[in-house]
């Protein structure tokens, strides 16, 4: 099983900055794509930023130039740079990786618990 806990959530205030860990642990043969998700109250949760193991990225459109993800393969932990932070960021941020547990596994897709980020003055 793949494990993944995310930290670094806490409250900022708008145009603040954040950054937000996770790392992967358990039985791991290989994780290809590493991402950050995000859930607002009542909203359903979106795509915030991916990265490959090749390190190509993805953004969503509202937080490009933003937000910067980063990864460091050796320690199967990415990172989420936030910056100038509004309200809006205001979610849990749930941690996804696509990983093969075992050489003989497929990949399937685990989540993190979710880290709290609440962006307010």
């Known amino acids: 099983q793949v494990r993944l806990v995310e930290s670094g959530g806490g409250l900022v205030q708008p145009g603040g900055s954040l950054r937000l860990s996770c790392t992967a642990s358990?039985?791991?043969?290989?994780?290809?794509?590493m991402g950050w998700y995000r859930q607002a109250p009542g909203k359903q949760r979106e795509l915030v930023a991916t990265?490959?193991?090749?390190?190509?990225?993805n953004y969503a459109d509202s937080v490009k130039g933003r937000f910067t993800i980063s990864r460091d393969i050796a320690k199967n932990t990415v990172y989420l740079q936030m910056n100038s932070l509004k309200p809006e960021d205001t979610a849990v941020y749930y941690c996804?990786?696509?990983?093969?547990?075992?050489?003989?596994?497929?990949?399937?897709?685990?989540w993190g618990q979710g880290t709290l980020v609440t962006v307010s003055s």
């Open positions: 996804n990786a696509d990983a093969r547990e075992r050489i003989i596994d497929g990949y399937r897709e685990f």
């Open positions: 358990g039985t791991i043969f290989r994780i290809n794509v």
């Open positions: 990265i490959t193991s090749g390190g190509s990225t």
